[in-house]
């Protein structure tokens, strides 16, 4: 059976049950799918030649995401920056940037102008988008919007994290103001919005257990040996 493709009350679902029948924590998700995201963009952009990676991050759990993913390509050997155009409040956050910190991962300092994300994007050599996740309603509001033009026109290529930032959950890219990755990773499961994606395709977060998939039918392919990443093509889809 084709893979099945998430709405954003099933996606916000399965999320819930992951933490409650599935007895994982926000911060264990966090750090798997952060890993899975790090992974996806080692597997592509290699170190020798994309190097600097900015990462973008938002102010909610993906965000969170894009921070542990900061931390395990410094690991990596890579050298990320950390850019937030809005930081998180929450103490998960918080502990994740610290966590940054004390890799000695650079942030951008906090502007309402746009010229450090410009000075920075002149100086980067791929970008990880980790700044709006399933829950989007559009359309970007400031400082968003001024930075997804600039992410957009930056001519770097893209890693987007579960769904490219700016499009919809369900109904892609509406708004027409939405990155346009050239690879997307996404968590847990496909989300419908991202049906139309015509870029690199690689399924993150290597810990739905099987009595959530087996129920939600989700038809998950094969993680490859260790990996925390698969590849997938373009026919693996069942719209609900």
Sequence with gaps: MAMRYLTAKLAQQIDEELMSAGAFSLDQLMELAGLACAQGLA?????????????????????????????????????????????????IYQRLKLQCDNMKIPTLPPSNETSSLSQALSSSDVILDAIFGFSFKGPARSPFDEALKLISGSGLPIVSVDIPSGWDVEQGNIYGV????????????PKLGVKSFKGRHFLGGRFVPKMLEERFELNLPEYPGYEQIVELERDQAQKL
């Design 43 to 91: 597997t592509l952009y290699s170190k020798e030649r994309y190097p600097r990676v900015l990462v973008c991050c938002g102010p909610g759990n993906q965000g969170g995401d894009g921070l542990v993913a900061a931390r395990h390509l410094g690991m990596f050997g890579y050298k990320p920056t950390v850019y937030m155009p809005k930081p998180g409040s929450k103490e």
């Design 178 to 189: 939405g990155l346009e990755p050239d690879l997307l990773i996404s968590l847990t499961a």
